[in-house]
């Protein structure tokens, strides 16, 4: 299994982002999808997740602002960003989990920087 992310990149405050995940090895359709961040000496918090049937929670600071989405057809997970802040800078990184099968994977990251 393995995740490739894309999608980060410089924006300016206000702006938007589309970070993809495309996930190989064919357990995606029965995978639970996240997006987390983290920024140097702080945790990784979660940002948002999708489960395999689709429901979704997000983190209290999105605020409406961003969505998770899947695509079974590419095995691919979205988070589109929207009314994105300079404190939604961060390394922003894809995770894959199956529970029955003890997997948890992560992928390289990618940077998220919105300048002011």
């Known amino acids: 299994v393995q995740l490739v992310e894309s999608g980060g990149g410089l924006v300016q405050t206000g702006g938007s982002l589309r970070l993809s995940c495309a996930v190989s090895?064919?357990?995606?359709?029965?995978?639970?999808m996240g997006w987390y961040r983290q920024t140097p000496g702080k945790q990784r918090d979660l940002v948002a997740r999708?489960?395999?049937?689709?429901?979704?929670n997000y983190a209290d600071f999105v605020d409406g602002r961003f969505t998770i989405s899947r695509d079974n057809t590419k095995n691919t997970a979205h988070l589109q960003m929207t009314r994105l802040k300079p404190e939604d800078t961060a390394l922003y990184y894809c995770?894959?989990?199956?529970?029955?099968?003890?997997?948890?994977?992560w992928g390289q990251g990618t940077q998220v920087t919105v300048s002011s």
């Open positions: 090895g064919g357990i995606f359709s029965i995978s639970t």
């Open positions: 995770n894959v989990e199956v529970p029955v099968m003890r997997l948890n994977l």
């Open positions: 999708i489960t395999s049937d689709g429901s979704t």
